[in-house]
């Protein structure tokens, strides 16, 4: 069975950069677009950033676009999202995820996604 797993959150301030990381453990994902999804408190989950096989197609969500990068590895089986310039309307739980009804393509609908890590904390302060 596969199972996601995400590093890297963490406290930082506003302008700052983080990295997150996830693995996926138990076989690989390597075919299936994954995607990095957010919940802040409150809120519903927003879409962030998503990425194909070999990264032939990425995404991101128009609130990050601009300041996040996602890449892949898929020899690795990992995925990462680069942060930059944080805002503290990021804080939120960062999921990584996994779409495995799509191949070539990305999707924004949070709901399409049916494998999830169990998220890691962001938090950034002003």
């Known amino acids: 069975q596969v199972q996601l797993l995400e590093f890297g959150g963490g406290l930082v301030q506003a302008g700052d950069s983080l990295r997150l990381s996830c693995t996926a453990s138990?076989?690989?994902?390597?075919?299936?677009?994954m995607g990095w999804i957010r919940q802040a408190p409150g809120k519903e989950r927003e879409f962030v950033a998503a990425i194909t096989w070999r990264g032939a197609v990425i995404k991101y969500g128009d609130s990050v676009n601009g300041r996040f990068t996602i890449a892949r590895d898929d020899a690795k089986n990992t995925v990462s999202l680069q942060m930059s310039n944080l805002k503290p309307e990021d804080t939120a739980v960062y999921y990584c995820?996994?779409?495995?009804?799509?191949?070539?393509?990305?999707?924004?609908?949070?709901?399409?996604?049916?494998?999830w890590g169990q998220g890691t904390q962001v938090t950034v302060s002003s």
């Open positions: 138990g076989g690989t994902l390597s075919k299936f677009p």
């Open positions: 995820a996994a779409d495995r009804g799509r191949l070539l393509t990305v999707g924004e609908d949070v709901d399409e996604y049916d494998l």
